[in-house]
């Protein structure tokens, strides 16, 4: 049996009070045990939420990391770093920091590695535009994205790996890709790992959907062969929202 997963990524959202509250909220509500409850807040809130989840089954993640060890890269948070704070996954390659930080698929690459050799469970995150869905590129896109994110790793580190299917046209616009839309390009993503893994390998990667994951769809979402849970943005901001999201399973 699969891993199911709902993660939260909080993106550039809530300061250090406002973040307490909200994982406070969360740490009293009911939530499914049999679910991998994984928050990723920014960076600076990790260590004190470290202290605040020690008693819970909660996750944490982070949103980034960078691929170097250490050294002159102002600005920048290592695996380590993470690692010492009690961070366990890691958001890579989210289209948001494909698009506004320019990173690149080598760079993506670097960091899946890096995270696996570090003892991490890398969240590979890939997705179509509009106008690559509408062109019909979607298959093609996603095809090429975990290819280059993924394939330089051997079969027991990419069984490691969380991949997160999240079409940009459905993060935060409200618009969520139907649960068959969703389920087609999680088949295709699993196909393209068994082609070059084998099933067995192939059947055990959680691929979670991201893109105004809700409480009203999530059931349907969750209820797909290839779905294994969600990357949840705008309604992991509310602890009523995200934990019905947790119990929709
Ligand atoms: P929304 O749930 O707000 O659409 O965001 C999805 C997302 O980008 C999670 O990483």
């Known amino acids: 049996m699969r891993k199911k997963i709902v993660a939260g990524n909080w993106k550039m959202n809530l300061d250090l009070n406002q973040g307490e509250k909200l994982l406070k909220e969360l740490l009293e509500k009911k939530i499914n045990q ?30 980034n990391c960078h691929q170097q060890e250490n050294g002159a890269y102002t600005g920048e948070i290592s695996i380590g770093m993470l690692k010492s704070v009690g961070v366990e996954y890691v958001i890579v390659g989210h289209s948001e920091r494909r698009e506004y930080f320019l990173e690149d698929s080598l760079a993506l690459s670097f960091k899946v590695t890096n995270l696996i050799n570090q003892g991490m469970n ?31 790793l051997n079969e027991m580190e990419l069984s490691q790996c969380i991949i997160a299917y999240e079409p ?8 969520t890709a139907t649960p068959e839309q969703a389920q087609e390009i999680h088949h295709h993503i699993r196909k393209t790992i068994a082609n070059q893994y084998g099933e067995i390998i192939a059947n055990l990667i959680p691929i979670l959907y991201g893109g105004s994951v809700k409480p009203n769809n999530a059931k349907e979402l969750f209820s797909c062969s290839d779905i294994d849970g969600g990357l949840i943005g705008g309604a992991a901001l ?9 119990n929709s399973f």
């Open 238 to 246: 509310n602890a009523s929202s995200f934990s019905d999201i947790i």
């Open 122 to 152: 890398p969240i590979y995150c890939c997705g179509e535009t509009l106008s690559q869905r509408k062109d019909g590129d979607h298959f093609s896109v996603i095809k090429k994205q975990i290819e280059q994110g993924l394939f330089q």
């Open 168 to 175: 940009v046209w459905a993060i935060g616009t409200g618009e």
């Open 34 to 63: 049999e679910v991998t409850t994984v928050i990723a807040p920014p960076y600076i809130h990790l260590s004190s939420f470290r202290e605040l989840i020690s008693n819970s089954t909660i996750k944490l993640a982070a949103q």
